[in-house]
């Protein structure tokens, strides 16, 4: 059966790692809008040069391009065995779009699965974070600290906080994400085709209730 998963959850709640561990489980698509729209950007396809756009400019890319984009990755041979949405659906129009372009292909959506997490563990999460200004490294203050504070182990350079993952910010940025999560959790809910998970438990736990759910929809 082939599967078609919806994960969401705000930044920080682990929605990326569990995407990929899902996809790689279970030897589907993984599709991450932003990297799609990186890569897009990258490649200089029409797509990604009209993005880039509104991305240089500080503007949300529009529906209709990231609609487009995701239109054209479901109907690629690759995902023919089904894939993990990751970032998409963000808004209500989104998650319509979606049902249609699926319906139009007779392989609507497996499920919705929201990665539920206490936006003050997701402060703490993000806020942490920490990474190499030279060669990119990533470091936590919490799980992952380098061995001398604020110099990478890997090539001495400078470990720095990236502005937008400082605490306040990241506040604002669950804020923003609240108001658009609100409408799809209720539009799924509607649908009757939304599970939940703790996305606080540790990573392990959240793969293993993910599984879970997918094995019923697999049987199903």
């Known amino acids: 059966m082939s599967l078609r998963v919806i994960l969401?959850?705000?930044?920080?709640?682990?929605?990326?790692?569990?995407?990929?561990?899902?996809?790689?489980?279970?030897a589907l698509c993984h599709l991450s809008t932003g990297d799609m729209l990186r890569g897009a950007v990258r490649a200089?396809?029409?797509?990604?040069?009209?993005?880039?756009r509104f991305l240089d400019a500080g503007r949300l890319v529009p529906d209709d391009m990231i609609v487009g984009m995701v239109r054209d990755r479901i109907r690629a041979a690759d995902c023919a065995?089904?894939?993990?949405?990751?970032?998409?659906?963000?808004?209500v129009p989104q998650a319509e779009a979606l049902d249609a372009m699926l319906g139009e292909v007779g392989t609507p959506a497996s499920g919705a699965i929201h990665l539920k997490v206490d936006p003050?563990?997701?402060?703490?999460?993000?806020?942490?974070?920490?990474g190499c200004r030279a060669c990119g490294t990533p470091y936590h203050v919490d799980y992952a600290p380098p061995t001398v504070e604020g110099v990478c182990d890997a090539c001495?350079?400078?470990?720095?906080?990236?502005?937008?993952?400082?605490?306040?910010?990241?506040?604002?940025?669950?804020?923003?994400?609240?108001?658009?999560?609100?409408?799809?959790?209720?539009?799924?809910?509607?649908?009757?085709?939304l599970e939940s998970v703790d996305g606080s438990q540790p990573l392990e736990a959240v793969a293993a209730a993910i599984e879970a759910i997918v094995d019923r929809w697999s049987e199903g």
């Open 8 to 26: 969401l959850g705000a930044p920080g709640s682990g929605k990326g790692t569990q995407a990929k561990r899902l996809a790689a489980s279970r």
């Open 156 to 193: 001495g350079g400078a470990v720095v906080q990236r502005a937008d993952d400082e605490a306040d910010t990241v506040r604002r940025r669950l804020g923003v994400y609240d108001e658009q999560a609100r409408g799809l959790i209720d539009y799924y809910t509607e649908k009757e085709t």
């Open 44 to 52: 200089r396809t029409p797509i990604g040069i009209e993005a880039e």
């Open 81 to 91: 065995a089904g894939f993990v949405l990751d970032g998409f659906p963000r808004t």
């Open 120 to 130: 003050e563990v997701v402060v703490s999460r993000i806020a942490g974070r920490r």
